[in-house]
């Protein structure tokens, strides 16, 4: 059983409120009180750490409840309670953090948040392992590439994707996340993947859907995105900035050929000459 012996107001009750969301059974006592028999790890603050030197404890941050909530359960279920991050690749891709068997907690992000949300859920896990559905090839790929310290294994999601009944809209790439955490897959260091013709048209086609002039963004830009160099909007950004500084280039060549027909337009100097000749 977890207890809670705390001092801290900011820890109980980040910590309690975690504990009841979960349906996760515990009990609260006072940080210098007798200990239940039952205990099994105690959350507690870091003033009152020192005191607890007998029984399995974690120190909760007032700012980071879940994760001592986290450590607890995996305290309680020892040696099978190997971190595991599940990932099913995407724009928006669902990521499920396990504990042994045990989901405790899962998440939907832009492509460009995940790797901070995987790395922040490892950082202080023991041998922790990251595994990435292989099918989004290149969203799977940029995901491989960008993680460090931690890993990394890329696993067949042939089937992951569970049938959605009523109701559950919105939930099938977080749960194909969580079948491909309990998948062992291939380890991997890197992964290099050379777009095709058809995945650089779907970029091109996001990023005339993105743009406000309903312009695609060139071949070479769409090869960056792919590469995970630039998101969308950056190319986007990036392409009009290129077609202004184009168009300031071609008005000012324009106005430069423009004085220098008229300077040596023989019938303009005639004028000019009219113009310079008094009457007499």
């Known amino acids: 059983m977890i207890v809670v012996a ?114 922040r859920e490892v950082s202080d896990a023991a041998d922790p392992v990251v595994r990435i559905g292989d099918g989004a090839r290149l969203r799977s790929s940029k995901l491989v590439n960008d993680l460090e310290d931690v890993q990394v294994e890329l696993v067949d999601e042939t089937g992951t994707t569970p049938y959605l009944g009523t109701g559950t809209r919105g939930m099938g790439d977080v749960l194909a996340a969580v079948n491909i955490a309990r998948h062992e897959g291939e380890v991997v260091d890197a992964r290099d993947i050379e777009p095709t013709a058809g995945e650089l048209q779907v970029i091109k086609d996001r990023s005339r859907e993105q743009s406000r002039t309903n312009r695609a963004i060139d071949e070479l830009l769409a090869r960056r995105v792919a590469a995970g160099e630039l998101t969308i909007e950056e190319a986007l950004a990036e392409h009009r900035s290129d077609a202004e500084s184009a168009a300031a280039d071609e008005s000012q060549e324009q106005e430069e050929q423009t004085a220098s027909t008229e300077a040596t337009d023989p019938a303009s100097e005639a004028a000019d000459d009219a113009d310079g000749t008094d009457d007499t």
Not at 26 to 51: G, N
Not at 71 to 96: E, F, M, N, S
Request: charged share 25%.
């Open 6 to 119: 705390t001092a801290d107001f900011e820890v109980y009750h980040g910590v309690v409120t975690e504990l009841r969301d979960r349906g996760t059974e515990f009990t609260t006592v006072e940080p210098d009180a007798e200990l239940p028999d039952r205990t099994s790890v105690v959350i507690t603050d870091a003033e009152s750490a020192a005191e607890l030197d007998d029984v399995p404890t974690v120190v909760a941050q007032p700012d980071e409840p879940r994760r001592a909530v986290d450590q607890a359960l995996t305290t309680i279920r020892g040696a099978g309670g190997r971190t595991i991050i599940g990932v099913d690749p995407g724009r928006d891709p669902g990521i499920a953090v396990l504990a042994g068997e045990m989901v405790v907690a899962a998440f939907q992000v832009p492509l460009a948040d995940a790797v901070a949300v995987i790395q």
